[in-house]
């Protein structure tokens, strides 16, 4: 199987701030590499699929990059909603795999 | 817009089977779309566990192989989980999902889970 490994685990940031969580794959996956957000009690939601597509109706303080087996997820502006879960997915090939997740949490 | 809304027993017994079932509203499972679950163990990241097409074609994931089975019922317009042989880690919040049928796989939609706990 693929590994993701994400780092941070968790961060903490204020409203205002800019963040960056990273994902590395344990072999190339291309740019098979999908972002969700995850809040309790509510349905994930996929912010960036291809490493740097923005999903409709995402907003635009959302930024993916990166290829092969290093990736990157860019939050700037943050606001408020914005503070949740983030998680990679790899879907170069199954089984399909995801990072362990990153906390954001505010300051 | 589709909606998935994932339902069945929330406690299960050791040894016993896991049943979910995932509603599919606002557009047909007979489309061309793979159906997915998901699931996340207390304190431990997302499990991808499987597929399946309207067809009943399927995919698993192999550590869970030989015990689960995903199935389509496209009169219901639903997909369903079954997961054999359980214990104590296969307790989790599990999600129902729809794979995008464009080319990078990834799931566009998803329900809000259900969290399932083996116990006796």
């Known amino acids: 199987d693929i590994q993701m490994t994400q780092s941070p685990s968790s961060l903490s940031a204020s409203v205002g701030d800019s963040v960056t969580v990273t994902c590395r794959a344990s072999q190339s996956i291309g740019s098979y590499l999908n972002w969700y957000q995850l809040k309790p009690g509510t349905a994930p939601k996929v912010l960036i699929y291809a490493a740097s597509t923005l999903e409709d109706g995402v907003s635009s303080r959302f930024s993916g990059s990166g290829s092969g087996t290093e990736f990157t997820l860019t939050i700037s502006s943050l606001q408020p909603e914005d503070f949740a879960t983030y998680c990679c997915q790899q879907s170069f090939m199954t089984p399909y795999t995801f990072g362990q997740g990153t906390k954001l949490e505010i300051k | 817009q589709v909606q998935l809304q994932e339902s069945g027993p929330r406690l299960v017994k050791p040894s016993g089977t896991l049943s979910l079932t995932c509603a599919v509203y606002g557009g047909p499972v007979r489309n061309n779309n793979w159906w997915t679950w998901v699931r996340q163990p207390p304190g431990k990241g997302l499990e991808w566990i499987g597929e399946?097409?309207?067809?009943?074609?399927?995919n698993y994931n192999p550590s869970l192989k030989s015990r689960v089975t995903i199935s389509v019922e496209v009169s219901k317009n639903q997909f369903s989980l079954r997961l054999t042989s359980v214990t104590a880690a296969d307790t989790a919040l599990y999600y129902c999902g729809r794979r995008d049928p464009g080319f990078y796989y990834y799931l566009d939609v998803w329900g809000k889970g259900t969290t399932v706990t083996v116990s006796s």
């Open positions: 399946v097409y309207h067809t009943g074609s399927s």
